[in-house]
């Protein structure tokens, strides 16, 4: 089993920037790759982006590619996501979650193949 807590959503204005965290406990965090998702009101949840288990490869969603950044700290069991030029479109409850990999490979980006999930952090963009 694994645990996850988001943190730092909020408010924002468009073109600033927000840093997400995702703590990880009760299982060795190095064991899993993790991704980060959000949900509109209205609308399925989507990938936004993921990262390996020691963080060799990472993948992003076309819509923020060259904005968003992954990363990670196995050292402090978080991962974290950098989003910068937020635009009023990025505006959704952004979940991070976690699947068992047991070789370093490239993460998966279907929300079916995660099975361990957050309970969400609110991000709004004004404009």
């Known amino acids: 089993q694994v645990q996850l807590v988001e943190s730092g959503g909020g408010l924002v204005q468009g073109g600033g920037s927000l840093r997400l965290s995702c703590g990880a406990s009760g299982r060795t965090f190095s064991w899993y790759a993790m991704g980060w998702f959000r949900q509109a009101p209205g609308k399925e949840r989507e990938f936004v982006a993921a990262i390996s288990t020691i963080g060799v490869s990472t993948i992003y969603a076309d819509s923020v590619k060259g904005r968003f950044t992954i990363s990670r700290d196995n050292a402090k069991n978080t991962v974290y996501l950098q989003m910068n030029s937020l635009k009023p479109d990025d505006t959704a409850v952004y979940y991070c979650?976690?699947?068992?990999?047991?070789?370093?490979?490239?993460?998966?980006?279907?929300?079916?193949?995660?099975?361990?999930w957050g309970q969400g952090t609110q991000v709004t963009v004004s404009s």
């Open positions: 979650a976690a699947v068992r990999r047991v070789t370093e490979q490239v993460p998966p980006q279907s929300k079916l193949e995660y099975g361990y």
